[in-house]
Nanobody, 116 residues
Framework: QVQLAESGGGLVQPGGSLRLSCEASTDILLINAMSWYRQAPGKERELVATLTRSGSTFYTSSVKGRFTLSRDNNKNTLYLQMSSLKPDDTAVYYC??????????WGKGTLVTVSS
């Protein structure tokens, strides 16, 4: 069982930046892929970005050039650096992991609010 703990959400003005963290309870290098999803009020959960074990990345088109994934293997932590934030980025952001047995695991989420 992989446990995930997100942190770093908060209130930020449009154009501002935030860095989200997702700490895994297991060796991050044993996880096939880690992703950030988000769910805005009244909308379905959507994939934001993915980082595979090999280091490949995927970003949904609406965040390309603004969001960047990184990881600290020593801390078993995935980061999402978010810049040039827009009100449309307001959502609960969830960390997801696909373990080596292909099981999927979710964190509890962290709220990001972009508002002036």
């Amino acid at each position: 069982q992989v446990q995930l703990a997100e942190s770093g959400g908060g209130l930020v003005q449009p154009g501002g930046s935030l860095r989200l963290s997702c700490e895994a309870s297991t060796d991050i290098l044993l996880i096939n892929a880690m992703s950030w999803y988000r769910q805005a009020p009244g909308k379905e959960r959507e994939l934001v970005a993915t980082l595979t074990r090999s280091g490949s990345t995927f970003y949904t088109s609406s965040v390309k050039g603004r969001f960047t994934l990184s990881r600290d293997n020593n801390k078993n932590t995935l980061y999402l650096q978010m810049s040039s934030l827009k009100p449309d980025d307001t959502a609960v952001y969830y960390c997801n992991a696909v373990a080596s047995d292909n099981s999927r695991h979710w964190g509890k989420g962290t709220l990001v609010t972009v508002s002036s």
